[in-house]
């Protein structure tokens, strides 16, 4: 753990003391998150949730502005002096990264100059792309959910599909030209790190230790009562039928959530530093994890 931050005094923890915690509507991010926000086990302070997608957050937190929080792998290389990653919480996995869809199938020739869908600039599915390297051509932002429409629509030529859309891109006529998951793991042979959960390294040790246990007691209590959360995932998975929001889940909730071990801490660090290299940064002599 770093040293805290000198302008900031160490958050003391209490049932009357709120953090601000950022999560998405994900269902892997409420089943994870369910019970601890709904008091199903006992915290150590009070969680203010803020809900949005992982692109708002990731922009929340280049700011400072949630003491806890979900990011993208490729946002987290900015904002390292700032917070600290946990061990609890995170996507990361073997077959569950983004994949690259298109209305007819794509040659890499074809792929060079293609216009590109993009879930957000600070994605780590955006990350990967650019490490691929095959894409060249224009790329366009959009919210996630708007990819796989804009494909279909000809409004691009090609769309980095993210969460769900793994599942679902075929029901929009696509078809998947590029898996950037097998392909990360083929060339590192690691498994992929999509997003973690980061603290502000000025709450301190023992706060960011307390919540750290804390997200890991909720990923417990969920899988030892998975009926309990449905409620809450379905609620805002609106959209999703109960078969992909559960292949959502069994595909980003994994033993990485409950702990990343070694294994996945080598996995974070890998693409950590293959990021700043792209953004021309040096990753800060501070520990990376809490």
């Not at 690259?100 to 990967?128: C, F, H, K, Q, W």
């Not at 932002?141 to 599909?161: I, N, S």
């Not at 109960?242 to 909730?253: A, M, N």
């Amino acid at each position: 753990m770093s040293p805290q931050n000198q302008h900031s005094p160490a958050v003391s923890l209490s049932p009357s003391r709120i953090l601000s915690l950022g999560i998405s509507p994900c269902p892997n991010d409420t089943y994870i998150f369910h019970a601890l926000a709904k008091g199903c086990i006992d915290l150590p302070c009070g969680f203010d949730l803020f809900m949005a997608d992982v692109e708002v957050l990731n922009g929340r937190a280049r700011v400072g502005s949630l003491d806890v929080t979900k990011l993208s792998l490729a946002a987290m290389v900015h904002v390292l002096d700032e917070y600290v990653l946990l061990n609890a919480g995170a996507a990361l996995g073997r077959g569950c990264g983004p994949l690259l869809v298109a209305r007819e199938p794509m040659s890499p020739a074809d792929l060079a100059g293609a216009r590109v869908a993009i879930p957000g600039r600070m994605t780590t599915a955006n990350l990967l792309l650019s490490l691929h390297g095959v894409l060249h051509g224009p790329r366009e932002e959009m919210v996630f959910d708007q990819v796989m429409p804009a494909v279909a629509a000809g409004k691009a030529d090609c769309g980095l599909v993210i969460h769900e859309g793994r599942f679902t891109y075929g029901g929009h006529g696509l078809h998947c030209v590029l898996d950037l998951g097998r392909w990360w793991e083929s060339a590192y042979g690691l498994p992929l790190p999509l997003g973690a959960i980061a603290a502000r390294r000025d709450l301190g040790e023992a706060a960011i230790l307390a919540v750290q246990d804390a997200i890991r007691r909720s990923l417990e209590y969920a899988n030892a009562n998975p009926a309990a959360s449905r409620g809450w995932i379905r609620e805002h998975a609106q959209e999703l039928s109960d078969e992909v929001t559960d292949s959502h889940i069994r595909t980003f909730v994994n033993d990485f959530s409950l702990d990343l071990r070694d294994e996945g801490r080598a996995a974070i660090r890998a693409l950590l530093e293959k990021a700043a290299a792209i953004a021309g940064r040096s990753l800060p002599a501070l520990p990376l994890f809490a």
